[in-house]
């Protein structure tokens, strides 16, 4: 277990790391590694989990009936997934769960995360209010998504992403998390339409790039 770790996920925002332990033992916690493009969970599985990043990263992702991926978000060390269905009772998981590379996950009860524990554990209230701040947080995170996906042209929905994560960075400067395909599948675009518009935003100066790097001239 890595208890410095978990101090860094917004789900143990305000909770002391030596405190971090006592808490699990009332979660019913295992882990898993996963390799690249093993999917962790799919859609249509009913939810049972919440899953913690300890290493690696997740991709969340939608697949139509002929296998065509769109990226809803990319999930990071400390982050999580699964909250949602913590709030709700739904028969089956919404999107599958996809290692973007080699991935550790630790796994925890989330009905057992969403209600007080019999020991009274004086953590839990903290994890309770820091799980509704992380689905409000994705809420936001949907929603400026959304104003992506809504322009017309990959090259208004690359500016628009561009845009938003240059505000995000406090400057012109920025890297984002998706390779080219990643990018891609999040922005619901052809791969080479995409790269075909991001030349062209080169050569017209607006946009200098180098792999996942960026910067808005």
Do not use: C
């Given at each position: 277990m890595e208890p410095r770790i978990l101090a860094a996920s917004p789900l143990f925002a305000g909770v002391d790391p030596e405190d971090i332990g006592k808490m699990l033992t009332c979660l019913s916690i295992h882990q898993r590694t996963y390799e690249r493009e093993a999917y962790i969970c799919t859609a249509e599985e009913p939810p049972r989990e919440l899953g913690v990043v300890l290493r690696g990263s997740v991709n969340l992702i939608k697949e139509d009936y002929w296998g065509n991926r769109a990226i809803i978000t990319k999930i990071g060390v400390g982050g999580i997934f699964g909250e949602a269905c913590s709030c709700i009772d739904v028969p089956s998981m919404p999107v599958s769960v996809v290692a973007a590379e080699r991935s550790e996950i630790l796994f925890l009860n989330y009905r057992k995360v969403t209600t007080t524990c019999p020991n009274a554990c004086p953590?839990?209230?903290?994890?309770?209010?820091?799980?509704?701040?992380?689905?409000?947080?994705?809420?936001?995170?949907?929603?400026?998504?959304?104003?992506?996906?809504?322009?017309?042209?990959?090259?208004?929905?690359?500016?628009?992403?561009?845009?938003?994560?240059?505000?995000?960075?406090?400057?012109?400067?920025?890297?984002?998390?998706?390779?080219?395909?990643?990018?891609?599948?999040?922005?619901?675009?052809?791969?080479?339409?995409?790269?075909?518009?991001?030349?062209?935003?080169?050569?017209?100066?607006?946009?200098?790039?180098?792999?996942n790097r960026f910067t808005l001239l």
């Open positions: 953590f839990h209230a903290a994890l309770i209010q820091n799980m509704l701040s992380l689905i409000a947080r994705k809420n936001l995170m949907l929603t400026n998504k959304i104003s992506h996906l809504v322009k017309r042209t990959t090259r208004e929905k690359l500016l628009s992403y561009f845009s938003e994560q240059a505000a995000q960075s406090g400057g012109s400067s920025f890297t984002i998390p998706y390779n080219r395909q990643e990018l891609a599948d999040y922005l619901s675009v052809d791969r080479s339409a995409m790269s075909t518009e991001l030349g062209k935003l080169r050569k017209e100066g607006l946009l200098e790039f180098h792999k």
